[in-house]
């Protein structure tokens, strides 16, 4: 809460809201001291039920203390917009109430980046070290792939972590640096670079990307992609392991995926209006604004609902997709759908051979039956949610686009909906508080898998 005071000093705006940024690092200061000294003398073992606990409630009093600099500034921010901003941030969504940015105060714009930045981190160590361990929604497929890769004289657990925070600031300090050679001034540079890595979309603009050229349009296209892949795949690389990358069968699917469907729209768009059409910036927008949505970035380059019915559905379909799980990228993850498809396929060859036996592999290794329940109940309780989300939205008098992409696009944290008021030329503002607290959970359930969430809230779980 330090650093944008720190960074800001001496230029020429400096931190406007110095003050607040240290009332919050006070506030939180004391009270992780008092976290300390109360429990200090704990026994410190995790065991499966704790580390539950231990992870939802930890992202969410890290979104509540996040919200602190926004409520507490001079720009008389509510407790709804402030929550809904840090939410939206730490959980690399993307969605903000905020509007006049090219004017907002410097260090709330570099708080938000570096939110989505420290967020894109902390999605991936949570990944490794923590879900495929509490068999979440599938990510138990994971667990080995994402630890034991090391030679057996390297700690494994310490080599990775290490690995994967080198390759998460290599990367970023690479975009950063693209993108100010390329035209952007070192502010924007900064900025951008820290939320294109986490896939995160926070912007210095209202216009979000569409303010730069084309050039920056597919840098930016190529780093979201980049935080859409798995980072233990980069580790595994560094380490000698060469082409694993591109032998991973959902690296291989999200890359198809952005190479067909920006290819097909930017033909439709070619057949809609021809006359104005320039095969060049087209494809680029298109490809930019499909990959930031696929990527659950979030930025835009021009209001893509406009561009025709076929278009907004297919933005729509996309936003459940997301990016390879091990990445920043939020979504329902490539691996599910894989596997979604292997059981289907499974299903059809039983019909027609009742009495074979087949066998699951997923990138080389067997799928368990645990792993497909698991996977089966993410996809149920994530369309149930869908579902409740959608209703509280509608029952607060949002139109049914407003309530259904507003519900989608927390659960899956892309960032912007769809529709005139929260599509990619809107934002969130807007809206009534009570639905920015509603879609605040709805974000960090979807960036917690949602099951932990419910597992935690089931009476079940505090009984014995």
């Not at 507490?72 to 917009?81: T, V």
């Not at 990445?327 to 059809?348: D, N, P, W």
């Not at 009534?432 to 879609?439: E, G, S």
Request: glycine share 10%.
């Amino acid at each position: 809460m330090t650093l944008p005071v720190f960074l800001l000093a001496g230029t020429p705006s400096g931190a406007p809201n110095a003050m607040a940024f240290a009332e919050s690092a006070a506030i939180v200061c004391v009270l992780g001291i008092l976290g300390i000294l109360l429990t200090r003398n704990n026994n410190r073992e995790l065991k499966p039920r704790y580390m539950f606990v231990l992870t939802v409630s930890s992202w969410f009093i890290i979104a509540l203390l996040s919200s602190l600099p926004f409520y507490l500034s001079d720009n008389g921010i509510s407790a709804a917009d402030a929550v809904f901003e840090g939410t939206s941030g730490i959980t690399t969504t993307g969605a903000t109430v905020f509007s006049g940015l090219d004017n907002f105060d410097r260090d709330l714009l570099l708080w938000r980046s570096i939110l989505q930045w420290l967020g894109g981190i902390g999605i991936i160590g949570m990944f490794v070290a923590v879900l495929p361990f509490l068999r979440v929604g599938g990510m138990r497929l994971f667990a080995t792939e994402s630890s034991e890769w090391t030679d057996k004289a390297l700690p494994r657990m310490k080599t990775l972590s290490r690995g994967l925070l080198f390759v998460y600031l290599v990367f970023t300090v690479i975009a950063v640096t693209t993108y100010w050679l390329s035209g952007m001034g070192l502010f924007d540079a900064f900025n951008h670079g820290l939320t294109s890595i986490a896939t995160g979309g926070f912007s210095t603009s209202d216009m979000s990307m569409g303010k730069f050229n084309d050039l920056i349009l597919m840098e930016a296209t190529f780093f979201m992609m980049l935080g859409s892949l798995p980072f233990f795949l980069f580790v595994r690389e560094m380490h000698g392991q060469h082409f694993v990358l591109f032998r991973d069968q959902q690296v291989r699917l999200f890359l198809a995926i952005l190479l067909v469907v920006p290819l097909l729209l930017t033909l439709h768009r070619w057949w809609v209006s021809p006359v104005a059409f320039d095969p060049f910036h087209n494809y680029v927008s298109t490809l930019f604004n499909v990959t930031s949505v696929v990527s659950t970035s979030g930025y835009a380059s021009e209001d893509y609902s406009a561009w025709g019915p076929l278009a907004f559905v297919a933005f729509f379909f996309l936003m459940f997709v997301g990016g390879c799980s091990g990445s920043t990228a939020g979504g329902m993850k490539i691996f599910r759908f894989q596997l979604s498809l292997i059981i289907l396929r499974e299903q059809l060859m039983r019909l027609l051979h009742p009495r074979a036996v087949f066998t699951r592999n997923y990138n080389g290794r067997a799928v368990s039956d645990e792993i497909i329940s698991s996977m089966i109940a993410y996809t149920f309780i994530f369309l149930l949610c869908l579902l409740i989300i959608t209703v509280l939205l509608a029952s607060l008098q949002l139109d049914f686009v407003t309530s259904l992409s507003g519900a989608l696009t927390s659960l899956t944290n892309v960032g912007p909906g769809l529709g005139d008021i929260i599509g990619p030329a809107g934002n969130f503002g807007p809206l009534p508080d009570a639905a920015k607290w509603i879609l605040s959970v709805g974000m960090l359930m979807g960036r917690l898998e949602i099951l932990s969430v419910v597992i935690v809230l089931s009476p079940g779980f505090w009984r014995g």
